[in-house]
């Protein structure tokens, strides 16, 4: 298992979204307080994502944050990223584990699932993601997760939590009352037109969740 905490802003690069350079929008977000990246790409050539995951690996090796690779086992190895993001029709857990090895992190999509989120667990995720919490703008079809999903799987689950879909400053809060570890964001930074600065408001409701459990009994 890896040592790598999952927490805090987990921002998605998606290449779809990003009309701009893609080093310098993961730079922003990084200097707005993203905690971990995942590089996102369905449409690109090998050869571009290759790249393009190298440079973004390199970019977070600089910065101290780690870089997953959605769904691509193989380029996640090929560049030496922190980990992979697997959903339900990717590589399975244990395949993964048996190419990246113990100390690499894979997370796996749970949706709204508590068995399978308790099962990948035991198997050795380092996280579950659960969502989509709210109307997703990335996966409008996804299936629809209740808050009471996160507290229910904190009772039983110790690896982090981490909540996706539609997720915005606004109702970020409630998903990390419930008990998200770290939320992921992709439409609420990168459709704005500063994405330090939209990185910067979900970065600053952890900080403010800290404070605050400082002071409770």
Request: charged share 20%.
């Amino acid at each position: 298992m890896t040592t790598v905490t999952i927490a805090g802003l987990y921002a998605i690069v998606d290449t779809a979204l990003i009309e701009q350079a893609l080093l310098d929008a993961a730079e922003q977000v990084i200097q707005g307080g993203a905690r971990v990246l995942q590089y996102r790409d369905k449409k690109a050539s090998s050869a571009v994502r290759r790249q393009q995951a190298q440079e973004l690996q390199q970019l977070c090796q600089r910065h101290g944050v780690p870089l997953l690779i959605n769904d691509d086992v193989e380029l996640a190895r090929t560049v030496n990223a922190a980990g992979v993001h697997l959903g339900r029709s990717d590589t399975g857990l244990e395949a993964a584990r048996a190419l990246l090895g113990p100390d690499k992190i894979i997370g796996i999509s749970c949706y709204n699932e508590l068995p399978r989120a308790q099962d990948m667990a035991q198997r050795g995720a380092d996280y579950i993601a659960f969502g989509s919490f709210y109307a997703s703008n990335t996966k409008p079809e996804a299936v629809q997760a209740p808050l009471t999903l996160l507290m229910e799987a904190k009772k039983t689950i110790s690896i982090p939590l981490v909540a996706i879909g539609g997720i915005t400053p606004k109702n970020a809060s409630e998903l990390i009352e419930a008990g998200a570890d770290a939320v992921a964001v992709i439409n609420g930074i990168f459709t704005t037109n500063d994405y330090c600065k939209a990185a910067r408001q979900y970065a600053m409701l952890f900080e403010h969740s800290h404070d605050e459990s400082l002071f409770k009994d």
